[in-house]
């Protein structure tokens, strides 16, 4: 017998084989994982947000972090963003190189002495007081980093929210936004790059929108979600698929 028949048999003995077996397990030979639970399509035709076509219809909108409070409390920063309901959060952390992080500290020295002066020759006194308060800290934080005590890491922070309709998705952003305001964290709904975000958001390690924000070791911190155990939520799956 032939190679060439050889494999026409095997190949005849294993259609016999998958009749013989339960139609789940045929399903299973037939597609994968990530097809059985993938929804139908996504339309991004929206500027504002998706709509995830499966059974049941399902809204998205994806956020950014644009704007962080000066002081961050351990672990309030993203609490409410993390313990919202249906949303998923990634944050993507890159440490900054030491030569970059100093060469990029200097530069703010000089332009916060230089705005510092032009405040003292103004007599704006509150706004050199400000400008010479923030100059010692980038002077302080220089210093830490080039004694190895301290690190800068750049951070993007993004959030897809979840909703069965397009009502409660913006209700559901209007609270959203109104919980983190209260910890002086402002978000912006990523708006005609909706599409960018949620693959963002997938578990796929890609940051398209690169939103970023400057952290040092100790801020950091405030990022990770200890307040909670749970790292995800009942629709994760569906929502993540």
Not at 53 to 59: A, G
Not at 176 to 198: C, D, G, P, R, Y
Not at 207 to 228: A, E, L, N, Y
Request: hydrophobic share 35%; net charge neutral.
């Amino acid at each position: 017998m032939s190679k060439k028949t050889q494999l026409r048999a095997q190949e005849l003995q294993g259609q016999r084989n998958d009749y013989t077996k339960p139609d789940e397990y045929r399903i299973l030979r037939k597609k994968t994982i990530k097809e059985l639970i993938a929804p139908s399509g996504v339309d991004t035709t929206n500027i504002d947000h998706l709509e995830i076509i499966s059974n049941v219809t399902r809204y998205a909108r994806s956020f950014f972090v644009s704007s962080l409070p000066r002081m961050c409390t351990f672990p309030e920063l993203f609490r409410d963003m993390y313990l919202f309901g249906d949303i998923n959060t990634s944050i993507y952390i890159n440490p900054v190189q030491e030569s970059k992080s100093q060469n990029e500290l200097n530069r703010v020295i000089n332009e916060l002495e230089t705005e510092r002066i032009v405040a003292a020759d103004r007599g704006n006194i509150n706004r050199e007081s400000t400008l010479g308060q923030k100059r010692l800290e980038a002077e302080q934080l220089r210093d830490e980093i080039a004694a190895g005590y301290n690190k800068l890491y750049e951070a993007s922070i993004v959030a897809t929210l979840f909703a069965y309709s397009l009502d409660d998705l913006n209700k559901y952003t209007k609270l959203l936004s109104t919980e983190m305001s209260k910890s002086l964290v402002n978000i912006k709904s990523a708006w005609a790059m909706q599409e960018e975000a949620f693959q963002s958001n997938l578990p796929l390690m890609e940051d398209k929108i690169k939103k970023t924000h400057t952290f040092d070791r100790r801020s950091m911190g405030t990022v990770f979600p200890f307040t909670t155990s749970e790292v995800g939520h009942p629709t994760r799956n569906t929502t993540r698929s």
